[in-house]
């Protein structure tokens, strides 16, 4: 007699425990979408170019270091050309080595060189 009265009153009991279990679990989730939603956006970051130069720059490796289309104009090339140059110039702390095979993609882009121009 003991066991069965003792069984239902376990019951309800684990019921509650059970919906009070639910309960905070959708609080939490509901809790953690609008947190996610209400996180501003963050721009999608681009690879870099893993490998090194090659030996002659090719227009796709000019493109890669400029970071443009193979078969952009020559306004996109000189403006992508500037901001590479701005982030790298020597003058303010960036590498020259950097800043001649930045300036020898902006050559290849154009069509002005045909060969390796750089001083390194």
Same mark, same amino acid.
């Given at each position: 007699?003991?066991?069965?009265?003792?069984?239902?009153?376990?019951?309800? @009991?684990? $019921?509650?425990?059970?919906?009070? $279990? %639910?309960?905070?679990?959708?609080?939490? #989730?509901?809790?953690?979408?609008? %947190?996610?939603?209400?996180?501003? !956006?963050? !721009?999608?970051?681009?690879? @870099?170019?893993?490998? #090194?130069?090659?030996?002659?720059?090719?227009?796709?490796?000019? %493109?890669?270091?400029?970071?443009?289309?193979?078969?952009?104009?020559?306004?996109?090339? /000189? =403006? $992508?050309?500037?901001? *590479?140059? *701005?982030?790298?110039? !020597?003058?303010? #702390?960036?590498?020259?080595?950097? %800043?001649? /095979?930045?300036? =020898?993609? /902006?050559?290849?882009?154009? #069509?002005?060189?045909?060969?390796?121009?750089? $001083?390194?």
């Amino acid at each position: 007699m003991w066991k069965k009265c003792f069984v239902h009153q376990a019951t309800p @009991f684990l $019921a509650g425990l059970a919906v009070a $279990a %639910a309960a905070l679990a959708g609080r939490y #989730g509901i809790q953690a979408w609008q %947190a996610f939603k209400a996180r501003p !956006p963050q !721009p999608r970051m681009r690879r @870099f170019y893993d490998g #090194g130069f090659q030996p002659t720059m090719t227009r796709r490796e000019a %493109a890669l270091i400029l970071g443009i289309r193979e078969n952009a104009t020559a306004d996109k090339v /000189k =403006e $992508a050309h500037r901001r *590479v140059m *701005v982030a790298n110039h !020597p003058d303010a #702390g960036g590498s020259h080595y950097l %800043a001649s /095979k930045i300036n =020898e993609a /902006k050559d290849v882009m154009l #069509g002005k060189a045909k060969g390796s121009g750089s $001083a390194f």
